[in-house]
Every structure is written in C-alpha cells, then in structure tokens.
Nanobody, 116 residues
C-alpha cells in the first residue's frame, strides 16, 4: 500500500529556514510527479512546488519563487523542500503528494509555523 511520510515541520522565526522531507513507499513511483501543497484553515489546499521524478522539471508557486527549492531522489522516491526567508504568511499545514494521471497519494501533513 502506497504511503508518504513527511518530516521536518516546526516553528521558526520570520527570515529563518526549514527543510521538509517526504519519503514515498509501498509501490513504484517511477514517472510520478511529487510535490508539496499547503493549506490554512478555511482555505483550499494550494500547490507550493512540484518536481517530476521522470525528468527533474520543477514548478513553483509565484509566492515562493526565489525562496523555496524543491529537490528529490528518483531512485529513493524522496522529495525535499528547502524553505528559506520564511514569512508569517507561509504558516500552514504542508502536505506531500505523489501523482500521475488519475492516481494521487497524500501524506498526513506537517505543521509549519512562522512567527513574526
């Protein structure tokens, strides 16, 4: 059974950095895209950044461009999100996801809180 396990969330002051990690297991994720989404109470879950495990191509939401870096290990089906210059508005629950076509898997989420 496919499983995504996240780690690395926590509390940080504005301007600080955090790294989130996600390890996928339980099936072959070859050809999948993996990424990070975030959600705050009462709002929809929005994409933060994604990376193709096929060719390494990346996508970033405008709000995080130049501050966040997504990178992964295709062989290990892991993905990391390096978050720099964090802002209070980055506070959210961050979810790891792996998706391909109609298939999508989610992690349990990890809280990131940025204090001002």
């Amino acid at each position: 059974q496919a499983q995504l396990v996240e780690s690395g969330g926590g509390l940080v002051q504005a301007g600080g950095s955090l790294r989130l990690s996600c390890a996928a297991s339980g099936r072959t994720f070859s050809g999948y895209t993996m990424g990070w989404f975030r959600q705050t109470p009462g709002k929809e879950r929005d994409v933060v950044a994604t990376i193709s495990l096929n060719d390494g191509s990346t996508y970033y939401a405008d709000s995080v461009k130049g501050r966040f870096i997504i990178f992964g290990d295709h062989a290990k089906s892991t993905v990391h999100l390096q978050m720099n210059s964090l802002k209070p508005e980055d506070t959210a629950v961050y979810y790891c996801s792996a998706f391909q076509g109609g298939a999508r898997y989610w992690g349990q989420g990890t809280q990131v809180t940025v204090s001002s």
